[in-house]
Structures are given as C-alpha cells and as structure tokens.
C-alpha cells in the first residue's frame, strides 16, 4: 500500500494567502515570518485514494490531526472504489 503525505501551510503574500509546503516557500522566497499559525491543509495519498483535510483560518495546524482525518477519508475513498470494482466484477 503505498501512502503518500503533504502538508501545507498557510503564507501571507501581500494580501492573500497560500497554502504552500515548505519547499515550495522556500523556492518562492518565503520567509519563516510569513507563514501564519492558524489554517493548514494536509492531503494523503493512498494507492491512487486521495483524502484531504483541511483547517479553517480559525483552527490551529496539526500535523497528526491532519493525517489521521485525511487517511480516514483516503480509505473510505478506497474502501468505496473496492466496494465499486466487487460490483462491477459481479
């Protein structure tokens, strides 16, 4: 099973905000300073199943949190396209 995970964080431009990985801030020239504490988003990435989560401008980011409800929703995804693929075999 292969699982793949990305977060990514809030950073103010001007503005406006991105939701950008740390890489990816780094690459545009974004200092440490401008990313914001609250609002995040963490995406998983199972056998092809993607489930988000995402926080709203009012919650705090976390990581684990994050993973836990975007693996949740990949294998539900998963689980529903296995469910999908028995019917259609049948």
Known sequence: MAKFISHKRRYKDGKQCRFLTKKMARTLGFLPINMLSKGGETEVEIDGC?????????????????????????????????????????
């Open 50 to 90: 993607i489930g988000v989560a995402k926080c709203s401008n009012a919650d705090n980011f976390s990581r684990r949190l994050g993973v836990k409800i975007a693996t949740g929703r990949a294998l539900k995804e998963l689980n529903n396209k296995q469910k999908e693929d028995f019917k259609n075999d049948n």
